[in-house]
């Protein structure tokens, strides 16, 4: 009589945390039983035609399923007519799916043995959509690990290929516990099978899998931070990223089972080589990237808000009275820890991390800057709240997010420097959801000022015009968007008070040498000009500033 091998873990399993472990964790016994934990009929209907849908939308034909598993995909895909290779680190599994294709349907799959990590050696061809699917990204436990396999995705793709890739919504078991009351229906949907974690840490999630034999099973795998896998996949190459939460564009955080991210890897020309970005966002874009701006905003202007500050004397401290701004802003909200957030023109992040941190909510921080988004995802890391702050490259005249994705939309002064601003505003209501908020600041024109009285500071910002009160009422009234109390709350004091206190700071760096070797003397020399100019348009009435808060009670035209 022969023994049945054994999962092995050792004495402590919870220190096993090794990529090439799960091979000995799915044990020919565990593999049986694979199926009744799927339940293929039951998650066949829970999913519906989502994975055939979405790769025929995009004139998929050959696909890779990298995670074939017990086989389920693969079949489905054969089923609905795509060209499928079928691949597995697993040769338990590659079994049972094997036997499952004939089962099903008659389907010969082509199998093949392989280790994501040398995918290119084992698997051989170019394909237009490669899927990892079942949570088996997971089971890589060092992020070497996850950047190679990535990478040979990547590689194996043809140039406008797709990678398709699940993961457990980790974020909420790790932030909020696994609760049994959710309805874990879509992916484990057998009935009479348990499935839970008995240990939970940074580093580890160890499911017991529980039959009703009374047979008890184990996996070990990685937690997987949403945001942290698809800065993982940006890392690789993919430019273009959309996430599901259970088969939906519109989803809060914390309640899908499951997150579905598809990268494309279809390459985006550099924004200054294919105009991506119209001619005055890129401009911003360019000096936003300056070495000079770059350590300007950031030691004089305010450092971490470097937007227009709410001064209780004009002598205070810059950042003191921009963090006030961000107060009284968020303070108009009823933020939760289920409320999400898009902050267009984010720069450092500071009013994403006073947000997350303060209430716990999740928020989309997209800014053109790459070297402001730098300096802002390392400063997330560093206060532990990267896992609530996803930081986005791209311009908010184009907004990568489906309709009615979030709570709020919120903006600081950063709509100035589009040339189009009334399309960032229909961007901006098409992501807002019903009831939610648009709440954001501007410099601006004070209303009926010609434009040639503004010649001096549109020159300075490269623009044709500015924004006023009256342009912003009149487009978010005519999108359906509600004021909320008078709808704006001018400041125009303010703008006076700000200007006039950075360029203060300014000089008095300059003066004690603290600026010496860091912001060239022409940009300094340009930026106090530019200063002044702004100081006397706001004394002379011709400039102004506030907050802006509608809501969107009906759908925008």
């Not at 066949?44 to 050959?62: A, C, M």
């Not at 959710?182 to 974690?197: N, R």
């Not at 070990?220 to 945001?227: A, D, I, S, V, Y």
């Not at 001096?456 to 009256?470: N, Q, T, V, Y």
């Amino acid at each position: 009589m022969s023994v049945r091998p054994v999962q092995g873990f050792g004495d402590n399993p919870v220190e096993v945390r090794e990529t090439g472990h799960y091979t000995e964790e799915y044990i020919p016994s565990f593999v049986e039983k694979w199926d009744s934990l799927i339940d293929w009929e039951r998650r066949r209907e829970s999913e519906g035609t989502f994975f055939v849908d979405l790769l025929r939308k995009r004139g998929v034909k050959k696909v890779l399923d990298v995670a074939t598993g017990t086989g389920f995909h693969s079949v489905r895909l054969l089923e609905a007519g795509f060209e499928t290779v079928s691949a597995d680190g697993s040769a338990e599994m590659l079994a049972q799916a094997f036997d499952n294709g004939l089962k099903r349907g008659d389907h010969i799959l082509r199998v093949v043995q392989a280790d994501w990590r040398w995918l290119n050696r084992d698997v051989h061809g170019e394909y237009d959509a490669i899927v990892c699917l079942g949570n088996s990204f997971t089971h890589l436990f060092s992020e070497r690990d996850r950047r190679k396999a990535l990478a040979e995705f990547y590689a194996m793709l043809k140039h406008d290929g797709i990678l398709v890739l699940d993961q457990r919504n980790y974020d909420a078991i790790l932030d909020r516990g696994y609760s049994t009351d959710q309805k874990h229906i879509y992916y484990y949907c057998g009935e009479d099978v348990s499935a839970e974690p008995e240990y939970v840490d940074e580093g580890l999630v160890r499911f017991r899998y529980t039959f009703p034999d009374d047979s008890v099973y184990h996996l070990n795998m990685f937690p997987l931070r949403k945001n942290y896998t698809r800065r993982l996949m940006q890392e690789v190459g993919f430019q273009r990223i959309e996430t599901y939460g259970d088969f939906q564009h519109t989803y809060r955080d914390d309640q899908p089972d499951f997150f579905i991210h598809v990268a494309e890897k279809e390459y985006v020309m550099d924004q200054d080589a294919d105009g991506e970005y119209p001619d005055a966002t890129d401009t911003a874009r360019s000096y936003y990237n300056s070495a000079d701006a770059d350590e300007f905003y950031w030691s004089v202007w305010g450092g971490e808000d470097i937007h227009i500050g709410l001064y209780e004397d004009p002598g205070e401290r810059i950042d003191r009275a921009s963090r006030r701004t961000v107060e009284r802003m968020a303070d108009r909200l009823a933020l939760t820890s289920d409320s999400t957030v898009l902050d267009l023109g984010s720069g450092y992040g500071g009013s994403a991390r006073h947000l997350a941190g303060t209430y716990g909510c999740r928020v989309t921080a997209l800014n053109l800057s790459e070297v402001e988004n730098a300096r802002h995802r390392a400063i997330n890391e560093e206060r532990g709240l990267a896992h609530r702050i996803d930081v986005v490259d791209g311009s908010y005249e184009n907004l990568p997010y489906p309709d009615d994705s979030f709570d709020v939309v919120w903006s600081q002064d950063a709509f100035l420097h589009s040339g189009d601003r009334a399309a960032v505003l229909r961007e901006a209501s098409r992501v807002l959801r019903p009831g939610g908020h648009l709440i954001f600041t501007d410099p601006m024109a004070a209303d009926d000022t010609p434009v040639e009285a503004l010649r001096p500071i549109l020159d300075r910002i490269h623009l044709d015009a500015m924004g006023s009160p009256d342009f912003y009422r009149r487009e978010l009234a005519r999108l359906g968007l509600t004021e909320v109390g008078s709808g704006f709350e001018e400041h125009r004091d303010q703008l006076v008070n700000h200007y006039a206190r950075v360029l203060e700071e300014t000089e008095r760096q300059q003066e004690a040498g603290l600026l010496e070797g860091k912001v060239s003397q022409e940009y300094l020399e340009k930026m106090k000009t530019g200063l002044r100019h702004w100081v006397d348009g706001g004394r002379d009435g011709r400039l102004t500033w506030g907050i802006f808060h509608f809501t969107r009670y009906s759908t925008p035209e």
